[in-house]
């Protein structure tokens, strides 16, 4: 019993403060050989550190693996960390994908919000929230995640696509087999279409560990270029924010949109 409660525990004081935490699909291993078992964590938390979470199938509306044409639903266990384990049965760039159903966060005071949507880039926030006439203390808003990583398994050909998510980062490169001197292409996409002019936050861990940050912004067809380095790992991470309907006791709704992948060192 208490090797159960202790991970939902963890799950539970990693994941309640949303604000800014990045949510994201971690592989033990990015690169696997055909046949071999593919593991993965699923984590929040800041500057691509963050506690492993626990699989709540309840708590996944979406989570599947997509390899060429294929997709593969994942179901996984309740209460499992990591989240995803798997052979990786077939050579290909196979894309992990995983949506979460919305929490929810209370922000007691007007700064902390503020924070989040200046970090997250999301301009003239005050004048929004008092047009719409909402309190400045005391307010809830709702978040989403919707993520994905790249694995390559054997050879790793193969390319990413659309896969329908209300957001979400589409790999116009492949990383473990195109030339990257050009940088990393990824379109971002909002209700399955481009989104122009948006932030994408680039988290960039190095061989020893360390992390830094770097921004990048679409251009008017939702692309963007992420210079990248061999040896290194990358998380992508993009925010939409937008008025939750009316009927809801949250009157902001968040949606989060990630990519993680590795660049090898050839």
């Avoid at 360390?210 to 912004?217: D, F, I, K, N, P």
């Amino acid at each position: 019993m208490f090797r159960i409660l202790v991970p939902l525990l963890c799950l539970m004081f990693s994941a309640a403060p949303g604000l800014s935490h990045e949510f994201w699909i971690e592989p033990n291993e990015y690169q696997v050989e055909t046949g071999a078992e593919l593991v993965a964590d699923l984590r929040v938390g800041e500057r691509f550190e963050g506690a492993s979470q626990v699989f709540f199938p309840d708590r996944a509306p979406r989570s599947e693996i997509r390899v060429g044409d294929e997709i593969r639903p994942y179901t996984g266990r309740m209460g499992d960390i990591p989240a995803i384990r798997l052979v990786a049965d077939t050579p290909g760039l196979w894309v992990l994908v995983h949506e979460t159903s919305p929490s929810t966060v209370k922000y007691k005071e007007w700064q902390k919000f503020a924070d989040f949507a200046a970090h997250k880039d999301i301009p003239d926030i005050e004048a929004w929230h008092i047009a719409r006439g909402l309190p400045r203390q005391d307010f809830f808003e709702t978040y989403t995640r919707h993520v994905k990583a790249l694995v390559g398994v054997g050879a790793a050909a193969g390319g990413d696509g659309e896969t329908g998510m209300e957001t979400e980062f589409i790999a116009l490169t492949n990383p473990y087999t195109d030339d990257l001197s050009g940088g990393m292409r990824v379109r971002l996409l909002y209700q399955g279409k481009p989104r122009p002019d948006a932030q994408v936050e680039i988290f960039d861990r190095a061989p020893d560990g360390t992390v830094s940050v770097h921004l990048a912004r679409t251009d008017t067809v939702g692309i963007a270029s992420v210079p990248v380095a061999p040896g290194h790992d990358y998380l992508l991470d993009a925010v939409v924010l937008r008025p939750a309907p009316e009927a809801e006791r949250a009157v902001w709704q968040s949606l989060w949109a990630g990519l993680s992948f590795a660049v090898p060192i050839r």
